[in-house]
Nanobody
Framework: QVQLVESGGGLVQPGGSLRLSCAASGIIFRLATMGWYRQAPGKQRELVAAITSGGSTNYADSVKGRFTISRDNAKNTVYLQMNNLKPEDTAVYYC???????????????WGQGTQVIVSS
């Protein structure tokens, strides 16, 4: 089975930084597109950033220039470096993997359990 385990969330003051990590197992990580989504109370889940197997990245306009997504295929881990955090970044952050469990298998979406980020003074 596919498991995505997030870590690194917490409470931070405005202007501060956090780095989220997502360790994946059970999926062909090097071929997967990995993403970070977030959901604030009363709002829909939204894409924050994504990185393809080839290393191409995509960011929400609200985080461009502040957040950086990266991946380490040797560690089956994707990261989200978040700098200059703002109160509006407060949300539960979810790791997403879009890929296959075996070579040539069907691609599916998988989700982690989420990690809370609170930006407050």
């Amino acid at each position: 089975q596919v498991q995505l385990v997030e870590s690194g969330g917490g409470l931070v003051q405005p202007g501060g930084s956090l780095r989220l990590s997502c360790a994946a197992s059970g999926i062909i990580f090097r071929l997967a597109t990995m993403g970070w989504y977030r959901q604030a109370p009363g709002k829909q889940r939204e894409l924050v950033a994504a990185i393809t197997s080839g290393g191409s990245t995509n960011y929400a306009d609200s985080v461009k220039g502040r957040f950086t997504i990266s991946r380490d295929n040797a560690k089956n881990t994707v990261y989200l470096q978040m700098n200059n955090l703002k109160p509006e970044d407060t949300a539960v952050y979810y790791c997403n993997a879009e890929g296959s469990r075996w070579i040539g298998g069907p691609r599916s979406d998988y989700w982690g359990q989420g990690t809370q980020v609170i930006v407050s003074s």
